[in-house]
DNA sequence: ATTTAATATTGCAATATTACGATAAAGACT
DNA sequence: AGTCTTTATCGTAATATTGCAATATTAAAT
């Protein structure tokens, strides 16, 4: 026991906890707001914009990269993040379409 | 060390940081999607709906409604969550406005 | 007052996450 | 080749999460 229990939850489910997981720490919300306020996306940059030490902002974006919320891609000898805007898509429609249906809902408490 | 360093990020960082982390688990997502199913909407339901012992679902029903994410109010000698509108409601106008200046934005990579 | 039903809490084991120093890897620049 | 710069990985300690059996709590029903 201890590890989540993902074979019980549908694929769906599965794929927005993911997105949402990696989004569960300020670092990379932190990260996310950065790519998206600058133009340049340098991971050097990233890392002085943090209150965090090099290896844990690189770990952090791996996170990132791996729920598929940004990409990287190599510029020169440094590398490039940049947010992968259809994970921000599929989370935007998901909380707007639970937003309307709770709309249409008279919720009891 | 190994604890999160929620002292160096902004309010509102960690308040979507919360809300998200809270949704970062795929039962916690299902339990949500039920409660905006179903038009009642009392605990026991939502044991028999998930493939986790009571326990467990107690627990992830604790966690969401320390997020914020959901309320519960007693009902006789059972209890009635709902989810909370305005922590959707923030999420929802979040990526949404993270939408918008994506669309403004033309991604490097 | 007992019993029953519905939730919560406790305690604990298994696993995951967070953070960072040390080190490695890979490309740029002499 | 050697050095510098940038990013990733390894190793490890501290902490947090996940899951459940056992137990406690609370309110209804008898």
Redesign the interface.
Known sequence: MGA???E???DK??A??TL???????????I??YL?KV???ICGDIVNE???AQPTVSQHLKELKNAGLI???IEGNSI????D?KA??K??SY??N??I??EK?N???
Do not use: M
Request: net charge positive; proline share 4%.
């Open positions: 989540t229990k993902t019980h939850f549908t489910q599965n927005i906890a949402t997981k990696a989004l569960g720490h300020p670092a990379r919300i932190a996310v707001e998206i133009d340049t996306c943090l209150p965090l990409k990287g891609s490039c993040y940049c947010i805007e921000i898509s989370l935007q909380f707007a639970i937003s249906k709770l809902k919720n009891c408490c």
